[in-house]
C-alpha cells in the first residue's frame, strides 16, 4: 500500500503515521525527520537547510525530491510505504507519480489554523525514538521524559509562534493545492483532524477501506 499523509504543520501527520504503522507493515519515509537528522549531524546537507527549516519555509522542489527518490528506491519501500511530509508541493506530486506510479491514498489532515499554534507551541518530540506529546492535551507520564523510550523530550526549534506561523503560511500558499489535486485523481480521504487521535485514526482506516 502507498500512503501519503497531507496536512498543515501540527495536522498529526507524525501521530497518525506511527498509528498507522502499528496496523500496516509499511515502511516509514518522513521528510521532515530525515532533514533534521541531517541538520543534527551537521552534514552539508543539513547546513544547507537548517536556517530555511527553522524559519518556517521549504526546502527547495528539486533538493527534497532528490532525498525522497533515493530513500523509495530501498528494499524496505517494495512492499509500501507512508510518506509523511512528502509531497508539499504539485511540483512534488508530479515527480511522486513518476517515481511509483498510482497511490492508494492521499490522507488529508484537516485542522483550523488556531488550534494547530497551540498544538505546535506545546508540542514535546522524544529526542531518541521520535514520539510526541503534548505539554497540555498530552502530557507524558514523567515530565520531560517520554513515556515510550525513558530518553528526554525537547522542543523542536520551528515550534515557535514566529516560525509557526510562517509555516502556516507556507502550508496555504504552496500546499493547499494538493487538495484538488489529489481529489481529481479520486485518491483523496478528506479527516477531521480536530477530534481526537482514535477518532481520528479510526476515520482514516475507513476512508483507507472505502477507496
Ligand atoms: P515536518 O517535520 O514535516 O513538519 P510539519 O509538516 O510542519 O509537521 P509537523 O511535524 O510539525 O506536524 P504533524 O502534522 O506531524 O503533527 P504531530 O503529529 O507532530 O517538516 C519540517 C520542515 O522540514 C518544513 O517546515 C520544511 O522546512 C522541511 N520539509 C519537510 N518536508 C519537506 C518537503 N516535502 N518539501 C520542502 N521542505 C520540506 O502533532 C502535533 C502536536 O499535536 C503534537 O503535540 C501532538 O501530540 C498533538 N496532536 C496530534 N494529533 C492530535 C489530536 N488529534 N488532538 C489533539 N492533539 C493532537
Ligand atoms: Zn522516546
Known amino acids: 500500500m502507498k500512503l501519503v499523509l497531507i496536512g498543515a504543520p501540527g495536522a498529526g501527520k507524525g501521530t497518525q503515521a506511527r498509528k498507522l504503522l502499528q496496523k500496516y507493515s509499511l515502511a516509514y519515509i518522513a521528510t521532515g525527520d530525515m532533514l533534521r537528522e541531517e541538520v543534527a549531524q551537521k552534514t552539508d546537507l543539513g547546513r544547507q537547510v537548517e536556517e530555511i527549516m527553522h524559519a518556517g519555509g521549504l526546502v527547495s522542489d528539486h533538493l527534497i525530491i532528490q532525498i525522497v527518490d533515493h530513500r523509495i528506491q530501498k528494499d524496505d519501500c517494495k512492499e509500501g510505504f507512508i510518506l509523511d511530509g ?122 483507507i477501506e472505502r477507496l
Do not use: W
Not at 508541493?89 to 497511490?103: N, P, R, S, Y
Not at 518530540?125 to 502530557?139: R, V
Open 86 to 207: 512528502f509531497p508539499r508541493t504539485v511540483v512534488q506530486a508530479q515527480e511522486l507519480d513518476k517515481l511509483v506510479g498510482t497511490l492508494d491514498a492521499a490522507i488529508y489532515l484537516q485542522v483550523e489554523d488556531a488550534v494547530l499554534l497551540e498544538r505546535l507551541c506545546g508540542r514535546q518530540t522524544c529526542s531518541h525514538c521520535g514520539a510526541t506529546y503534548h505539554q497540555i492535551t498530552l502530557p507524558s507520564k514523567v515530565s520531560g521524559i517520554c513515556d515510550e523510550c525513558g530518553h528526554a523530550l525537547m522542543q523542536r526549534k520551528d515550534d515557535t509562534m514566529e516560525a509557526g506561523a510562517v509555516r502556516l503560511a507556507t502550508f496555504h500558499s504552496q500546499s493547499a493545492p494538493l487538495e484538488d489535486y489529489y481529489r481529481e485523481k479520486n485518491h483523496l480521504v478528506t479527516v477531521n483532524g480536530l477530534q481526537d487521535a482514535d477518532a481520528v485514526f479510526q476515520d482514516i482506516c475507513q476512508g
